[in-house]
C-alpha cells in the first residue's frame, strides 16, 4: 500500500470519527431538547389549570358589579 492510500484512509478513518462524535452531540441536543419541551409542556399545564379558579372569579366578580 502506498503512502498515498495510507494518508487517503487515515484521512478517512479520521472523518468517520468527528462524523461520529458530532451525531452523537447531536442525539444528545436532542434528547435534551424533548426533556426540555416535556418540562414547559407540563410547566404550561399547571400555570393554566392554577389560573383557570382565579380568572372565573374576576370575570364573575365582574359581572356582578357591572
Do not use: C, G, W
Not at 462524523?19 to 410547566?43: A, G, P, V
Not at 400555570?47 to 382565579?54: A, G, I, L, R, Y
Request: aromatic share 6%; proline share 2%.
Amino acid at each position: 500500500m502506498t503512502l498515498f492510500f495510507k494518508i487517503i484512509i487515515a484521512y478517512l478513518v479520521m472523518r468517520q470519527l468527528d462524523l461520529n462524535k458530532r451525531n452523537t452531540e447531536s442525539l444528545d441536543k436532542t434528547r435534551l431538547l424533548k426533556e426540555n419541551n416535556e418540562m414547559l409542556r407540563n410547566f404550561a399545564h399547571v400555570v393554566s389549570h392554577d389560573m383557570k379558579t382565579p380568572l372565573a372569579n374576576m370575570i364573575r366578580t365582574s359581572d356582578v358589579i357591572s
